[in-house]
């Protein structure tokens, strides 16, 4: 892995990590370095591809032919889909509108990865396990998130988890260096219990997304019949990334929580 960039933002994120810095002022400092890439999220193709089909699986699941509704938004399925089917076909569709790799990018990896743990985390803990639920609770199960409070929860733990894994990706490259005797961490167990703690600070954040986004999917289904085209998506990505890294930044003042 590549060494982080020789800036004076990125030299400030290494001495608060070495000085004994929390979580919270670090996740801070790295998200001032890597504003830029972050910026870029919500014209990336891999981001958009992602939030737009969480955007549209819940009302996917609300049709009376579940399979056919899916494969109506790309994600193919074999016809009685559990919860491993579902997200291997979301993985699939994501792919495919990153033809031949050609506009795959760090961010839309991680945008990946981040929309396919979101399903199989919570329709796995509804469920009961990722395996092993019949197509119809699959189907109830998804369609429940098609209200305004359930999508800002599903939306919330996306965003946490996109955060996170950008945040991580840079910090990974300097972690280890702070990791042994006489530096701030001794052991990499503590070095984990820190990652750790910015995963929680990253999830708490995020709960700043959670009325914005349910309240935005209700309106744009009414306004489109459901038919919310990518580009309104980016739209809802910019702004929801605008709150988060806002409050991250909010966070870190001496009043923040």
């Given at each position: 892995?590549?060494?982080?960039p020789?800036?004076?933002?990125?030299?400030?994120?290494?001495?608060?990590?070495g000085?004994?810095?929390?979580?919270?002022?670090?996740?801070?400092?790295?998200?001032?370095a890597?504003?830029?890439e972050?910026?870029?999220?919500?014209d990336?193709?891999?981001?958009v591809?992602?939030?737009?089909?969480?955007?549209?699986l819940?009302?996917?699941?609300?049709?009376?032919?579940?399979?056919h509704?899916?494969?109506?938004?790309g994600?193919?399925?074999?016809?009685?889909?559990?919860i491993?089917?579902?997200i291997?076909?979301?993985?699939?569709?994501?792919?495919?509108?990153?033809?031949?790799?050609?506009?795959?990018?760090?961010?839309?990896?991680?945008?990946?990865?981040?929309?396919?743990?979101?399903?199989?985390?919570?329709?796995?803990?509804r469920?009961?396990?990722?395996?092993?639920?019949?197509?119809e609770?699959?189907?109830?199960?998804?369609?429940?998130?098609?209200?305004?409070?359930?999508?800002?929860?599903?939306a919330?733990?996306?965003?946490?988890?996109?955060?996170?894994?950008v945040?991580?990706?840079?910090l990974n490259?300097?972690?280890?260096?702070?990791?042994?005797?006489?530096?701030?961490f001794?052991?990499?167990?503590?070095?984990?219990q820190?990652?750790?703690?910015?995963?929680t600070?990253?999830?708490?954040?995020a709960?700043?997304?959670?009325?914005?986004?349910?309240?935005?999917?209700?309106k744009?289904?009414?306004?489109t019949?459901?038919?919310?085209?990518?580009?309104?998506?980016?739209?809802?990505?910019?702004?929801?990334m605008t709150?988060l890294?806002?409050?991250?930044?909010?966070?870190?003042?001496?009043?923040?929580?």
């Amino acid at each position: 892995m590549s060494p982080l960039p020789a800036t004076r933002k990125w030299r400030e994120v290494v001495a608060l990590i070495g000085g004994g810095a929390s979580a919270k002022q670090v996740a801070s400092a790295t998200l001032r370095a890597c504003e830029n890439e972050l910026g870029k999220a919500a014209d990336d193709p891999g981001v958009v591809e992602a939030v737009w089909l969480l955007m549209r699986l819940p009302l996917a699941a609300r049709g009376d032919d579940f399979v056919h509704e899916l494969f109506h938004i790309g994600v193919d399925v074999p016809p009685e889909p559990g919860i491993p089917e579902l997200i291997a076909g979301v993985s699939e569709a994501i792919d495919r509108a990153l033809f031949n790799n050609c506009k795959r990018t760090d961010l839309g990896e991680f945008a990946q990865t981040a929309a396919t743990e979101t399903l199989a985390e919570l329709l796995g803990g509804r469920l009961g396990g990722m395996f092993g639920a019949s197509t119809e609770k699959v189907q109830a199960e998804l369609a429940r998130l098609d209200t305004a409070k359930q999508f800002g929860l599903l939306a919330k733990e996306y965003f946490a988890k996109f955060t996170f894994k950008v945040i991580d990706y840079f910090l990974n490259r300097t972690l280890p260096e702070q990791t042994g005797d006489g530096k701030r961490f001794t052991t990499f167990r503590q070095q984990q219990q820190f990652t750790d703690a910015l995963e929680t600070h990253c999830r708490e954040t995020a709960e700043i997304v959670t009325t914005y986004a349910g309240e935005w999917l209700k309106k744009n289904e009414w306004e489109t019949k459901g038919d919310i085209e990518r580009e309104k998506a980016g739209r809802f990505i910019s702004y929801a990334m605008t709150k988060l890294t806002s409050e991250l930044r909010r966070r870190n003042l001496p009043d923040g929580r």
